[in-house]
């Protein structure tokens, strides 16, 4: 990558952070063996204005699994557990449906059939202050008596649907520390942290807390307001470790080369392939034949080659990492906040990395385009108002009045550079068409009856 590639990558970062109200961010890109560029934006302590760095610790979430998946195979290789082996068989949980057995296999790909049963969802809205979820799981241990009833949960045979279950993976901790005899935490030190040099990877607040890098944790409220909190320590086989972005860098570079890291095998390329074979077609689509393997995702037709990555967040907390095999590259992102996704940072950045051009992305170029249409339109001579704006992942259209009014979330049916068609729902359940032409700088709107222009940004 040129520097003047550095330069966009930096003013992207720093435009949408801004617009998300992300307080911090650290990424790191690596080709081959070696840390290409690696930076912090914005801060990782807005009070005290210490600004983030490579070297800054966040939590990153479901990027844990990755780690989780990797020492069950270990254990695979060392002949400890078998992939079909049935959960049960190590631990006395709820889990058995439709007369088929939930294995290792099931749980390391989210195919047990069983869908989300929201522990992790519950215990950090607690944690974090919610007023109305309240769930005291303090411990891996805690899951099983939560799980009670999971097997009339079901709603498919084991193998045969994805449904992301942050459940089954804790399970998998406790399978780890059944047969090793080691708490989870350790095991993951002693045969992946310490081979790795993941040195400032950390499960517990006491090490964290005798870090001097650590980004403070930030809920985005609904006015924008940054809020500090706390992580959610307790929970770790699904998302509970925090690091940075050059440790992970360390992560990835095995991963580039095939299982080794300076020289030694930290598992062997076959059980490796295996976390990234594409086991289960994930039940949403980014860019076709999306797929998860153990512990990562598949996109087979990402424009820059078949990219293997995971997510992660904890709401404080959000990170992602991503590689392409292929071209051997790849890429680490955290944050400290749910702002802009780093997983889409991460994907632009893998982009550059491969010479291809971001806005071939769609979530990209969807986002310079509605970034055209949000806004203040006006009616004839100004007889109504109408603004456009953000509605989650939607736009939505709403009357400027004094009068209560509802948005309208807009589904959209056509996007392109000078038309963006969308539809909404009128008051006889209908389908209304939105329309917006995009003409020499000037945005119109067509909404029901009327046609709008944009007049500018604020009402």
């Not at 195979?73 to 068989?89: A, F």
């Not at 806005?359 to 339109?377: A, C, M, Q």
Request: hydrophobic share 40%; proline share 6%.
């Amino acid at each position: 990558m040129s520097q003047e590639t550095f330069r966009t990558l930096d003013s992207f970062i720093i435009k949408k952070m801004a617009e998300t109200r992300t307080p911090g961010l650290s990424i790191a890109l690596i080709r081959d063996d070696e840390v290409i560029y690696a930076k912090g934006f914005g801060f990782r302590d807005v009070e005290a204005t210490k600004p983030a760095t490579p070297r800054t610790i966040y939590g990153i979430g479901s990027i844990t699994k990755s780690f989780t998946a990797l020492a069950i195979l270990q254990l695979v290789s060392e002949s400890k557990v078998s992939l079909d082996d049935p959960v049960t068989n190590y631990v006395d949980v709820d889990i058995d449906h439709h007369e088929n057995k939930v294995t290792i296999h099931h749980l390391l790909t989210h195919s047990s059939g069983i869908p989300a049963l929201g522990y992790a969802e519950a215990l950090i809205s607690g944690l974090l202050g919610s007023k109305r979820e309240w769930l005291p799981i303090a411990k891996p241990e805690d899951i099983i008596p939560f799980m009670e009833g999971a097997s009339k949960w079901a709603v498919a045979k084991p193998g045969s649907r994805f449904f992301y279950l942050n459940e089954g993976y804790v399970l998998l901790g406790k399978i780890i520390e059944s047969v090793t005899g080691m708490p989870y935490r350790e095991y993951v030190r002693e045969n992946i942290l310490k081979p790795l040099k993941m040195t400032r990877s950390y499960f517990t607040k006491e090490r964290v807390a005798s870090d001097p890098d650590v980004a403070t944790p930030y809920i985005i409220m609904k006015d924008g307001e940054l809020r500090p909190s706390r992580f959610p320590y307790g929970i770790e086989a699904d998302g509970g470790l925090l690091s940075n972005v050059l440790d992970l860098a360390n992560y990835i570079k095995m991963y580039l080369s095939d299982g080794v890291f300076e020289g030694k095998e930290i598992v062997s390329k076959e059980l490796l392939e295996l976390m990234w074979k594409p086991h289960i077609k994930l039940n949403f689509e980014i860019f076709g034949g999306d797929a998860y393997g153990y512990g990562l995702m598949i996109h087979p037709n990402f424009p820059g080659g078949t990219l293997i990555g995971h997510g992660g967040s904890v709401l404080v907390y959000t990170a992602y990492i991503g590689f392409i095999p292929s071209k051997r590259v790849g890429v680490a992102v955290l944050s400290n906040a749910s702002g802009y996704p780093p997983s889409k940072i991460g994907m632009c950045a893998l982009m550059h990395l491969t010479g291809r051009d971001p806005k071939e992305l769609p979530f990209i170029r969807e986002d310079e385009i509605y970034s055209k249409l949000i806004g203040v339109y006006e009616a004839f001579k100004g007889t109504m108002r109408v603004k456009v704006f953000r509605l989650g992942n939607f736009l939505a259209v709403e009357e400027i009045s004094e009068f209560e009014g509802v948005p309208s979330p807009l589904v959209p049916v056509k996007i392109s550079e000078d038309y963006a068609e969308f539809y909404t729902i009128g008051y006889y359940g209908s389908k209304v068409p939105v329309i917006f032409e995009i003409k020499d700088g000037r945005v119109e709107l067509l909404y029901e009856r009327y046609k709008f222009v944009k007049k500018g940004q604020e009402p």
